[in-house]
Structures are given as structure tokens and as C-alpha cells.
């Protein structure tokens, strides 16, 4: 894509309070060449020559170079800013050169980085005139581009050449390459994509059922090593995290160890059913889930009993002072607290070690009840959590639908639907709360920006298109549907089109400044 333009855009100041060094202040008229004939010698400048300054994007790279038509046997600077893409940065390593293809063969005039990082400086001097196929080419050890700035007359002497006529910049904001590399800054290209009719809504991250663990005391006692987790570190179901010494003067007669085991043993068979039970009749919305998280009480601490009467039973383990209980992860899992250490006396029931496995997270997300008879057509969804990139919950990425409630919240006046699914990176955690978008129906075919892009100016929405290197267009568009990151634009921007995403508040300062600075920076 290329986008020609007059190096002479009206430049408008900046409010930006950012600190760049001096060379911002710099004049472009290098891209002009002095007259031939040396017309300063005869008490007169030089008129600047017609110049030229197109943004080319090839490789994942964009250019913006400025320079004076081209004339035989005169030279004819270029300034050429060459940016990454992906990172808008500028870049700082290999060669550039320019490339005259014509009649009378290829020519070639290369430069290296300046010392404005991202400026290459070549200074090409056709030999003979006529028509021309002009490239810029950038080579270095991580990779090259090719730049196609198309076919270029080169004038047979500098008369001719003044009168040539060249693209005039229609107005706009300056935002200078210099500016752009040292800030946070970014732009996408305007394009169609398949964009997802939908609501927002609000969710929260849970554990899948079965996959979080609470480790009680099951009596007072002294907590004993030699080992103890760390807040973070991955366990497995059945390691040993840490022992539990009885306090002193419990019963452990051997008749008294089997009663005990026994009850023990009943109150968690009991406690397990009733905990699967209340698990499937939360899945058809039968019970609140207020329900199952009481069963997951009673069942972690029937465990917890049951583990301590085992023990006892068996006579598994010696620690200091008498018999130590093996307190072990019900669950595989990251440990999310951890109470206390070796020597560190606790009460009976008192949570040691909370256990999560966060390889496999729910959302529930609390859908208004306006939407929920849209809900029999979900798509996927969007989840985005301070913090943490947004994820993309889709069946075809191995996320599942499970289904909505039967009941709207009396005071929220929501319904939960609720999402399985993988999270291999570990980014999301039990309790993230965070915004949803969720896509309904089928996608349709529409011209789409990132969400990122849109300012809102007193109750308009505006985005900033980059018409040249350095320049900036605002526009006012019309918004269609809302798909995650992702919004339709029904107006105002024309697909090929590049809009800020990245630090467009910084080109809305210096559209609003009102102050017009000296033109041009270092070259």
C-alpha cells in the first residue's frame, strides 16, 4: 500500500509534554537540492525542487521517504524512515539502497542506519533521463524488505524538474517518526473479517468441580515437617504435604482408634455421595450452588477425619512426641495458601492448605436478563480479566458450552451460564473477574478495526487514520457490531486504510494543540 504525498504537510503542533532531544527541531530541506549552478553565489537561494513523501508497507515493515524528483547528473537525497511493524519500532541495524531500474540499466546507492536510529540517508545520481522503476530494498541479518515506490520520471535538467508536478498533502496532524519510535504507539489495517452479532455481560473464574481441595486440621495439634509447600509450587494428589502431631492426651487406645476409624470411614462414604450428588443436580440447575459448596465442606473435612483415623489405625508414621498424621493434597494442584509451618501449633478444623488445579477453569458468567433468551445460540466468548490478555473461549479451541441456569438472580436480575475450558499458560486464576462479550448466532462478513482505536469525543467516536508517514486524518465513524477486541465500522474509514491503535490519545493532543511549530525535524 502506498500512500504519496508532497513533503510539505501542514504540521501541527504538539501539547504532549514528551521529552525528545533536539533533533525533532531540525530543517527537512535536505531532501531539496541546492541549484546546480549555485545560485547562492549569485546573492540568491536556490528554489527547493518538487519533492515527494510516500509510505510504502511491504515485509512487515512501513517506509516513509522523503526526497526531490530525480534530475540527470544531479543528486537527489533521500531520508528514509523504516519502521517494524510489530512493535512500531524503529529500525536499527542493516543497509538500505536505491534502486534505478531503466533503459540505461541499474543503478544503485546504498546507505547505512544514521545516527537517528530507524533514518537511512542514501543520495541517488541518475546518469541519463527518462522513466525509471524506483525500489527501496533494506537488507540485515534478521531479514530484508522490498519497497516498490513505482515508476519515477528523471528530468533531463533542473528547469524542467521545477516544473513538474507532484501529490499535495491536504491538510492533516503531524506526528513525527521521532515521536511515534519514542512513545507507545501503533496502527492496523482497516480489513473485513468475520464479526459476531452478541452482548456484554460480566463473569468470574472457577474451579471445575473436583478440581480444588481444602486440607483441614482434623485435631489440635503441632504442625511437623520435614517437608512444607510453598505458596505456588504444583502438587499432586496423595503427596504428603506436611505432618500433624496430636496435642497431647487424646485418646489412642486401640479400641477407641477402630470406633473412631469406623465412624470415620461411614462419614466419608456418606459425605462423597452426597457431594456427586449435589454436583449433578447443580448441573440441571436443580440446587443453588450455595448447595455444593456446603457438601465440599463436609466432604473435605469427612476426609480430612477419615485420613486422621487411618493413620491412627495403621499406626503409619512416627513424629516427635508421639504419632504424626499424614496430612496429603486431595487434588493435583497449585497450592494457594498454605497456613503455618513445621513446629506452628493449630486448632482442630483449621484450614492448612488450599489447593488448586488450574489446568482446566470455569467462567460463570452473569448474563442480564434481557439476553438470556439469546443464550440457546452461543457461539463462544470473549473473556478479558485485568491484567491478562483476552481469551477467545471457542468450542473449536476445546472449550465447552455447559448450559445456563433455570433461575434469574431476585436482586441481579441475571441468569449464570457457565464455560469449561483449558488454560495451558496458567495466565487465569480461580476468582479473576472480568468483561465478557458473548457471540451469538453466525458471523457475517464486515470491515472491522480493533475496539482500541476508538476515542470517544464528546459522545463521538473518532479514530485517527494515518494518511502519510507523518500525518494523521481524524474521522468520525459509525459503529456496527461489537465482536471481543474487535468492532464493525460502518463509516468513515475505507478498507486498506491504517488507524491508530496504540497512542492515538497522543495524536488527539496534538490535533487539539493549536500551535503551529517550525517545520521539519533531523534527517
Given at each position: 500500500?502506498?500512500?504519496?504525498?508532497?513533503?510539505?504537510?501542514?504540521?501541527?503542533?504538539?501539547?504532549?509534554?514528551?521529552?525528545?532531544?533536539?533533533?525533532?527541531?531540525?530543517?527537512?530541506?535536505?531532501?531539496?537540492?541546492?541549484?546546480?549552478?549555485?545560485?547562492?553565489?549569485?546573492?540568491?537561494?536556490?528554489?527547493?525542487?518538487?519533492?515527494?513523501?510516500?509510505?510504502?508497507?511491504?515485509?512487515?515493515?512501513?517506509?516513509?521517504?522523503?526526497?526531490?524528483?530525480?534530475?540527470?547528473?544531479?543528486?537527489?537525497?533521500?531520508?528514509?524512515?523504516?519502521?517494524?511493524?510489530?512493535?512500531?519500532?524503529?529500525?536499527?541495524?542493516?543497509?538500505?539502497?536505491?534502486?534505478?531500474?531503466?533503459?540505461?540499466?541499474?543503478?544503485?546507492?546504498?546507505?547505512?542506519?544514521?545516527?537517528?536510529?530507524?533514518?537511512?540517508?542514501?543520495?541517488?545520481?541518475?546518469?541519463?533521463?527518462?522513466?525509471?522503476?524506483?525500489?527501496?530494498?533494506?537488507?540485515?541479518?534478521?531479514?530484508?524488505?522490498?519497497?516498490?515506490?513505482?515508476?519515477?520520471?528523471?528530468?533531463?535538467?533542473?528547469?524542467t524538474a521545477m516544473k513538474a508536478q507532484?501529490?499535495?498533502?491536504?491538510?492533516?496532524?503531524?506526528?513525527?517518526?521521532?515521536?511515534?519510535?519514542?512513545?507507545?504507539?501503533?496502527?492496523?489495517?482497516?480489513?473485513?473479517?468475520?464479526?459476531?452479532?452478541?452482548?456484554?455481560?460480566?463473569?468470574?473464574?472457577?474451579?471445575?468441580?473436583?478440581?480444588?481441595?481444602?486440607?483441614?486440621?482434623?485435631?489440635?495439634?503441632?504442625?511437623?515437617?520435614?517437608?512444607?509447600?510453598?505458596?505456588?509450587?504444583?502438587?499432586?494428589?496423595?503427596?504428603?504435604?506436611?505432618?500433624?502431631?496430636?496435642?497431647?492426651?487424646?485418646?489412642?487406645?486401640?479400641?477407641?482408634?477402630?470406633?473412631?476409624?469406623?465412624?470415620?470411614?461411614?462419614?466419608?462414604?456418606?459425605?462423597?455421595?452426597?457431594?456427586?450428588?449435589?454436583?449433578?443436580?447443580?448441573?440441571?440447575?436443580?440446587?443453588?450452588?450455595?448447595?455444593?459448596?456446603?457438601?465440599?465442606?463436609?466432604?473435605?473435612?469427612?476426609?480430612?477425619?477419615?485420613?486422621?483415623?487411618?493413620?491412627?489405625?495403621?499406626?503409619?508414621?512416627?513424629?516427635?512426641?508421639?504419632?504424626?498424621?499424614?496430612?496429603?493434597?486431595?487434588?493435583?494442584?497449585?497450592?494457594?495458601?498454605?497456613?503455618?509451618?513445621?513446629?506452628?501449633?493449630?486448632?482442630?478444623?483449621?484450614?492448612?492448605?488450599?489447593?488448586?488445579?488450574?489446568?482446566?477453569?470455569?467462567?460463570?458468567?452473569?448474563?442480564?436478563?434481557?439476553?438470556?433468551?439469546?443464550?440457546?445460540?452461543?457461539?463462544?466468548?470473549?473473556?478479558?480479566?485485568?491484567?491478562?490478555?483476552?481469551?477467545?473461549?471457542?468450542?473449536?479451541?476445546?472449550?465447552?458450552?455447559?448450559?445456563?441456569?433455570?433461575?434469574?438472580?431476585?436482586?441481579?436480575?441475571?441468569?449464570?451460564?457457565?464455560?469449561?475450558?483449558?488454560?495451558?499458560?496458567?495466565?487465569?486464576?480461580?476468582?479473576?473477574?472480568?468483561?465478557?462479550?458473548?457471540?451469538?448466532?453466525?458471523?457475517?462478513?464486515?470491515?472491522?478495526?480493533?475496539?482500541?482505536?476508538?476515542?470517544?469525543?464528546?459522545?463521538?467516536?473518532?479514530?485517527?487514520?494515518?494518511?502519510?508517514?507523518?500525518?494523521?486524518?481524524?474521522?468520525?465513524?459509525?459503529?456496527?457490531?461489537?465482536?471481543?477486541?474487535?468492532?464493525?465500522?460502518?463509516?468513515?474509514?475505507?478498507?486498506?486504510?491504517r488507524v491508530v491503535t496504540l497512542g492515538?490519545?497522543?495524536?488527539?493532543?496534538?490535533?487539539?494543540?493549536?500551535?503551529?511549530?517550525?517545520?521539519?525535524?533531523?534527517?
Amino acid at each position: 500500500m502506498i500512500s504519496a504525498t508532497s513533503s510539505r504537510p501542514i504540521a501541527w503542533g504538539l501539547a504532549l509534554g514528551l521529552t525528545l532531544t533536539g533533533t525533532l527541531a531540525c530543517n527537512r530541506k535536505e531532501v531539496a537540492d541546492e541549484h546546480a549552478h549555485g545560485a547562492a553565489a549569485h546573492g540568491h537561494e536556490a528554489p527547493e525542487r518538487p519533492s515527494l513523501a510516500p509510505t510504502i508497507y511491504a515485509d512487515g515493515m512501513e517506509l516513509f521517504v522523503e526526497y526531490a524528483v530525480l534530475v540527470a547528473g544531479e543528486t537527489s537525497n533521500f531520508g528514509a524512515h523504516l519502521t517494524h511493524l510489530e512493535g512500531f519500532q524503529a529500525v536499527k541495524d542493516g543497509r538500505a539502497e536505491v534502486i534505478l531500474t531503466g533503459a540505461g540499466g541499474e543503478q544503485r546507492f546504498g546507505g547505512e542506519v544514521s545516527a537517528t536510529p530507524g533514518i537511512f540517508r542514501m543520495a541517488p545520481k541518475p546518469k541519463t533521463a527518462g522513466e525509471v522503476q524506483v525500489r527501496i530494498v533494506w537488507k540485515s541479518p534478521k531479514g530484508q524488505a522490498t519497497f516498490d515506490l513505482g515508476k519515477h520520471m528523471v528530468y533531463s535538467d533542473l528547469a524542467t524538474a521545477m516544473k513538474a508536478q507532484v501529490p499535495e498533502a491536504e491538510g492533516g496532524i503531524s506526528f513525527l517518526k521521532e515521536q511515534q519510535w519514542n512513545v507507545h504507539f501503533g496502527t492496523t489495517e482497516a480489513k473485513p473479517r468475520p464479526l459476531y452479532q452478541g452482548f456484554e455481560a460480566y463473569g468470574a473464574i472457577q474451579a471445575v468441580p473436583g478440581g480444588e481441595g481444602r486440607v483441614l486440621a482434623p485435631v489440635a495439634g503441632r504442625l511437623d515437617g520435614p517437608t512444607f509447600p510453598n505458596v505456588g509450587q504444583t502438587v499432586k494428589q496423595g503427596q504428603r504435604l506436611a505432618g500433624l502431631v496430636p496435642k497431647a492426651g487424646l485418646d489412642l487406645s486401640q479400641g477407641t482408634v477402630q470406633l473412631d476409624f469406623e465412624r470415620a470411614r461411614l462419614r466419608h462414604e456418606q459425605t462423597t455421595a452426597n457431594l456427586a450428588r449435589m454436583k449433578s443436580l447443580l448441573e440441571q440447575d436443580a440446587v443453588p450452588k450455595r448447595r455444593v459448596e456446603e457438601a465440599t465442606r463436609e466432604a473435605a473435612m469427612a476426609d480430612a477425619e477419615f485420613k486422621v483415623a487411618q493413620a491412627r489405625k495403621d499406626e503409619a508414621t512416627l513424629g516427635k512426641g508421639g504419632l504424626a498424621i499424614a496430612l496429603t493434597a486431595p487434588v493435583s494442584g497449585v497450592v494457594s495458601t498454605a497456613n503455618g509451618g513445621p513446629g506452628i501449633q493449630v486448632a482442630e478444623g483449621q484450614e492448612l492448605f488450599h489447593i488448586v488445579d488450574i489446568r482446566r477453569l470455569r467462567l460463570e458468567v452473569q448474563v442480564p436478563e434481557a439476553q438470556a433468551g439469546r443464550l440457546a445460540k452461543v457461539a463462544s466468548v470473549w473473556f478479558q480479566a485485568p491484567g491478562v490478555p483476552a481469551m477467545l473461549l471457542d468450542p473449536s479451541q476445546g472449550a465447552r458450552m455447559l448450559g445456563q441456569g433455570g433461575a434469574i438472580h431476585p436482586e441481579r436480575r441475571t441468569v449464570p451460564f457457565l464455560v469449561e475450558f483449558a488454560n495451558p499458560t496458567g495466565a487465569l486464576k480461580v476468582g479473576h473477574t472480568g468483561k465478557v462479550f458473548v457471540r451469538v448466532g453466525s458471523p457475517s462478513q464486515g470491515l472491522a478495526i480493533p475496539a482500541s482505536a476508538l476515542q470517544d469525543e464528546d459522545g463521538l467516536s473518532v479514530v485517527y487514520v494515518q494518511a502519510g508517514g507523518e500525518r494523521f486524518l481524524r474521522r468520525i465513524v459509525q459503529i456496527g457490531a461489537r465482536d471481543g477486541d474487535w468492532v464493525q465500522v460502518l463509516g468513515g474509514v475505507q478498507p486498506g486504510e491504517r488507524v491508530v491503535t496504540l497512542g492515538a490519545h497522543l495524536v488527539r493532543l496534538a490535533a487539539s494543540s493549536g500551535k503551529v511549530p517550525e517545520h521539519g525535524h533531523a534527517h
